[in-house]
């Protein structure tokens, strides 16, 4: 029996995921096609059997400083602002930084398993190819918490009370990657890829983790008296790094050894 009176249901603190499908010019895509292939070279995945080759753990995690991924990076910069924005950030108190940029190739069989960026605050995912059916492996992606199942864990499924695939209590969302789709999304976010369940066809596509830091300081710019008494003084929105220009290293002593009971 239908309630006296309507329920409404409103969802709260929802996920930000921003997508975009850009248009590619066919030949800045087959450059950057054939640029990805010479830089897999004859590595065929990471050392986990059915896991895609990623270029992070080979070395390959600096490409968007490469000339094919030029026409990427501009892309990029224009999308992440705009999410930004859209978040309500005050691009005036920001600076935004590409940390690292790698490729992930997904030969059929292969996938990605579960996991996120803890070194990032913000991830990127380009689609170089796909055709939007998601047979090649999809972006699966998880919420942080499933606070609606109510009972922590009873929407694993195994037969259990809450309908399967129920949009309010999903245990994940599988997003289909497509030739020219550019995805956004927090890198605390838990993602994996599918198998790739294509025949033949290489899954392609370029991760981006960024970072939000405090804008350039008159300092570390060079502005005013440059490296003057000013140049001990930040000012910077409380929880955020300040710009990676303002930081000291500490290096390591050259002679640092460790002494049986720990201690340096
Ligand atoms: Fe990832």
Same mark, same amino acid.
């Given at each position: 029996?239908?309630?006296?009176?309507?329920?409404?249901? &409103?969802?709260?603190?929802?996920?930000?995921?921003?997508?975009?499908?850009?248009?590619?010019?066919?030949?800045?895509?087959?450059?950057?096609?054939?640029?990805?292939?010479?830089?897999?070279?004859?590595?065929?995945?990471?050392?986990?059997?059915?896991?895609?080759?990623?270029?992070?753990?080979?070395?390959?995690?600096?490409?968007?400083?490469?000339?094919?991924?030029?026409?990427?990076?501009?892309?990029?910069?224009?999308?992440?602002?705009?999410?930004?924005?859209?978040?309500?950030?005050?691009?005036?108190?920001?600076?935004?930084?590409?940390?690292?940029?790698?490729?992930?190739?997904?030969?059929?069989?292969?996938?990605?398993?579960?996991?996120?960026?803890?070194?990032?605050?913000?991830?990127?995912?380009?689609?170089?190819?796909?055709?939007?059916?998601? &047979?090649?492996?999809?972006?699966?992606?998880?919420?942080? &918490?499933?606070?609606?199942?109510?009972?922590?864990?009873?929407?694993?499924?195994?037969?259990?009370?809450?309908?399967?695939?129920?949009?309010?209590?999903?245990?994940?969302?599988?997003?289909?990657?497509?030739?020219?789709?550019?995805?956004?999304?927090?890198?605390?976010?838990?993602?994996?890829?599918?198998?790739?369940?294509?025949?033949?066809?290489?899954?392609?596509?370029?991760?981006?983790?960024?970072?939000?830091?405090?804008?350039?300081?008159?300092?570390?710019?060079?502005?005013?008296?440059?490296?003057?008494?000013?140049?001990?003084?930040?000012?910077?929105?409380?929880?955020?790094?300040?710009?990676?220009?303002?930081?000291?290293?500490?290096?390591?002593?050259?002679?640092?050894?460790?002494?049986?009971?720990?201690?340096?």
């Amino acid at each position: 029996m239908a309630p006296a009176f309507e329920l409404q249901l &409103r969802q709260l603190f929802p996920l930000a995921l921003a997508q975009v499908q850009l248009r590619p010019d066919p030949l800045d895509s087959a450059v950057m096609l054939q640029a990805l292939l010479h830089l897999r070279g004859e590595q065929q995945g990471n050392p986990n059997p059915g896991y895609a080759w990623t270029g992070d753990l080979h070395g390959v995690a600096q490409i968007h400083r490469l000339a094919p991924f030029a026409w990427l990076n501009e892309q990029v910069r224009q999308q992440v602002w705009a999410y930004l924005l859209a978040l309500g950030f005050d691009a005036s108190q920001l600076a935004v930084h590409i940390q690292r940029c790698w490729p992930v190739l997904s030969a059929p069989g292969q996938g990605v398993g579960r996991h996120h960026h803890p070194n990032a605050h913000l991830s990127a995912i380009y689609y170089v190819n796909g055709d939007g059916s998601g &047979r090649s492996g999809c972006l699966r992606l998880y919420p942080h &918490r499933q606070v609606n199942e109510l009972v922590p864990g009873l929407a694993v499924g195994h037969g259990g009370p809450i309908a399967v695939d129920h949009p309010l209590n999903a245990p994940w969302v599988d997003l289909a990657p497509e030739a020219g789709l550019l995805v956004l999304f927090p890198s605390s976010t838990d993602h994996a890829v599918t198998c790739n369940d294509e025949d033949e066809e290489l899954r392609m596509s370029i991760s981006f983790d960024l970072v939000l830091t405090a804008p350039l300081s008159r300092s570390a710019a060079g502005a005013g008296s440059g490296s003057g008494p000013g140049s001990a003084s930040l000012v910077t929105p409380e929880y955020l790094s300040p710009h990676p220009s303002d930081w000291t290293p500490l290096l390591a002593p050259a002679d640092l050894s460790i002494r049986e009971d720990g201690c340096p």
